[in-house]
């Protein structure tokens, strides 16, 4: 079975710094990984995926994720954020040739000026 | 593409009453996905269509939820004798080529009960 640990429950910072999401999966088979952004009251939207290849993966709105097996980690980056990216952010795992995601409890992500 | 409509955005029912909700995936998606989130919690698994077959279902699927999808295009979810523990969003994604993809979600139904 498949599994996905989000670090932090929330995470604030200051609007133009740096921000990480960490994320670590368990799985003992080969997987994609996803992260997803929902804004309140939404669906969720996809930011950026890890399907094989380059270990680092770069999305939308700035984002880029760096995928890493021997730690098993997904860690999501911007070099600098805006008010605009207060959002929940959600990591998830699929094995491939399946076709179910499994979540992590998302990370609050908040924006101070 | 006209992404993927959920209807209605809300409900508010009482306990014991019978809820339905409809999906309306991307037009040439032949996959679609239902999922529930709770408060706080990330999104979880209900089941899974190819075209009008139902593929997967979750162990959260009891007897009191159904899933169709007549057609192979839009999907309705159907929760019986509502309890107050299917509070919840339910979120309807759709693909082309599944995890491939990634998916595309819908807005959401959030399910009151009360």
């Known amino acids: 079975a498949q599994s996905v640990t989000q670090l932090d429950s929330q995470v604030p910072v200051f609007e133009e710094a740096p921000v990480e999401l960490r994320c670590n999966y368990s799985s003992s088979v080969s997987v994609y990984l996803f992260w997803y952004v929902q804004y309140p009251n939404q669906g969720l939207q996809l930011l950026l995926k890890y399907l094989s290849g380059s270990t680092l993966v770069k999305g939308i709105n700035g984002f880029e994720a760096e995928f890493n097996k021997s730690q098993t980690s997904f860690h999501l980056r911007k070099p600098s954020v805006h008010i605009s990216d207060t959002a929940e952010y959600f990591c998830a795992v699929g094995q491939q040739g399946a076709q179910k995601l499994v979540f992590g409890q998302g990370t609050r992500l908040t924006i101070n000026p | ?114």
């Open chain 2, 1 to 114: 593409d006209t992404g993927v409509s959920q209807d209605p955005r809300h409900k508010i029912t009482k306990r014991g009453q019978n809820v339905t909700f409809r999906c309306d995936p991307i037009s040439e998606h032949n996959r679609l996905y239902w999922y529930r989130q709770t408060l706080g919690q990330g999104p979880e698994f209900l089941t899974y269509f190819q075209n009008e077959a139902q593929l997967e279902k979750s162990r959260l699927l009891s007897d009191r939820f159904s899933a169709e999808r007549p057609k192979g295009s839009f999907s309705t979810l159907e929760i019986q004798r509502t309890e107050q523990g299917d509070s919840a969003m339910y979120l309807c994604a759709s693909s082309v080529r599944g995890l491939y993809d990634g998916y595309t979600f819908g807005s959401g139904t959030r399910l009151t009960v009360v």
